[in-house]
T-cell receptor, first 114, second 115 residues
Framework: AQSVTQLDSQVPVFEEAPVELRCNYS??????LFWYVQYPNQGLQLLLK??????LVESINGFEAEFNKSQTSFHLRKPSVHISDTAEYFC????????????FGKGTLLTVNP | DADVTQTPRNRITKTGKRIMLECSQT?????MYWYRQDPGLGLRLIYY???????NKGEISDGYSVSRQAQAKFSLSLESAIPNQTALYFC??????????????FGEGSRLTVL
């Protein structure tokens, strides 16, 4: 079985500040890791994913996450946030080689203030 | 039009009533899922289906049932709704075959309130 812990339930920041949303996981097997974003009144959409290869993965809107196997972490970062990044962010894990039953963290609400 | 469509988007009902939430998809995916979202609890899997004849319970299936009427349709039923089933419900799909990545594609959600 796997589990995901998002260490912060809410992260308020000012516009153009850097941000880090923390995610730790536990699993007895190799995993795939994901960050999903949920904008207000919408469903979740994939932000970025780690499957294999380079441990640093990037999204098209400036977010990046680094897979750290020794620390079992997959923290999400952005060097300069915008008002439009305000959303809830979910870290998720699935067993590598088996693409069902994603396990989600409880979410981190990122609020970007002007 | 959305690739994953849920109806209704909002529903208020009373304790003891039967409720059906419907999901249809145009992505051509084999796998479909129902999740429940509660504030501070993230998403929890209710049921999932790998094809029309393969339906599986998730971590919180008690009080729910599902029907996979076709590859593109997956409905969730609450036979006798209770207030603690008040939540936001999401349908999702994923593809099989070579794309073993676990990526899910979500509908916009159905907000259910049980009074």
């Amino acid at each position: 079985a796997q589990s995901v812990t998002q260490l912060d339930s809410q992260v308020p920041v000012f516009e153009e500040a850097p941000v880090e949303l923390r995610c730790n996981y536990s699993s007895s097997v190799s995993v795939y890791l994901f960050w999903y974003v949920q904008y207000p009144n919408q469903g979740l959409q994939l932000l970025l994913k780690y499957l294999s290869g380079s441990t640093l993965v990037e999204s098209i809107n400036g977010f990046e996450a680094e897979f750290n196997k020794s620390q079992t972490s997959f923290h999400l970062r952005k060097p300069s946030v915008h008002i439009s990044d305000t959303a809830e962010y979910f870290c998720a894990v699935s067993p590598g080689g088996s693409n069902y039953k994603l396990t989600f963290g409880k979410g981190t609400l990122l609020t970007v203030n002007p | 039009d959305a690739d994953v469509t849920q109806t209704p988007r909002n529903r208020i009902t009373k304790t003891g009533k039967r409720i059906m939430l419907e999901c249809s998809q145009t992505k051509g995916h084999d796998r479909m899922y129902w999740y429940r979202q509660d504030p501070g609890l993230g998403l929890r899997l209710i049921y999932y289906s790998f094809d029309v004849k393969d339906i599986n319970k998730g971590e919180i299936s008690d009080g729910y049932s599902v029907s996979r009427q076709a590859q593109a349709k997956f409905s969730l039923s609450l036979e006798s709704a209770i207030p603690n089933q008040t939540a936001l419900y999401f349908c999702a799909t994923s593809e099989t075959g070579n794309s073993r990545t676990g990526e899910l594609f979500f509908g916009e959600g159905s907000r259910l309130t049980v009074l």
